[in-house]
């Protein structure tokens, strides 16, 4: 299945499409990363850290691609291919009078600080409110103790629109999330 999806590059970074190609550098992130991820994330289930989940989990986000349900980016640094550094998501992609997508994205913990994932979604954004995918909003749920994702999602303009009490389960407990937004005043009505 062919991805609807192109690379993007960034002055530091290159976004790829989310591919079953990707699986042992995914896996790697993921070994690399688990304890830093634990606290913002939902556990994850048997088996996440293997090549054959993590392959399996690929090729499904490649056929949400080709169905417009979702678009997934993995990071790497433009001069080191070979090395993960971290993935952006746009989910739940709804379409019709909603225009709408959930944003998730995660960084290598020894890059964090280095404004590499605001250049990131700096352009995954500037793509999803392009006249190509026309989305009307992009919204964001966060930890309230995760200060690094509330300064991030501040910097690109979303904007404050509530709290989710009990939201996902993480870290051991239900854990409440803010919740934020960013709209798209480039695109008027609903894209043919």
């Known amino acids: 299945m062919e991805t609807l999806l192109s690379a993007i590059k960034t002055s530091r970074l290159e976004l790829v499409p989310a591919r079953a190609d ?3 550098r995914a ?17 994850k289930p048997e088996g996440f850290r293997t090549e054959a989940f993590q392959r ?8 949400e691609a080709a169905a417009g349900t979702a678009m997934r980016w993995w990071l790497h640094l433009r001069d080191e291919p070979q090395f993960l ?7 739940a992609i ?4 909603f225009q709408n997508a959930m944003l998730g994205y995660a960084l290598d913990g020894q890059l964090q600080g280095q404004g590499l994932m605001r250049e990131a979604l700096r352009a995954v954004i500037e793509y999803a409110f392009s006249s190509a995918i026309c989305l009307h909003r992009i ?11 509330l300064r991030l999602l501040e910097q690109m303009g979303f904007e404050h629109e509530g709290l989710a009490r009990d939201y ?3 870290d051991g407990a239900w854990r409440d999330h803010l919740m934020f937004a960013l709209r798209n005043a480039g ?3 609903i894209p043919k």
């Open 27 to 43: 896996v790697d992130f993921y070994q690399r990363n688990g304890s830093h991820l634990a606290s913002w994330e939902p556990p």
């Open 168 to 170: 996902l389960f993480i």
């Open 56 to 63: 399996e989990r690929l090729s499904q986000a490649e056929g």
């Open 139 to 149: 919204q964001a749920n966060v930890r309230p103790e995760n200060l690094r994702s």
């Open 85 to 91: 550094v971290g993935s952006i998501g746009l989910t």
């Open 187 to 189: 695109c008027s009505g």
């Open 22 to 24: 990707l699986t042992e």
């Open 94 to 97: 709804a379409r019709g009078p």
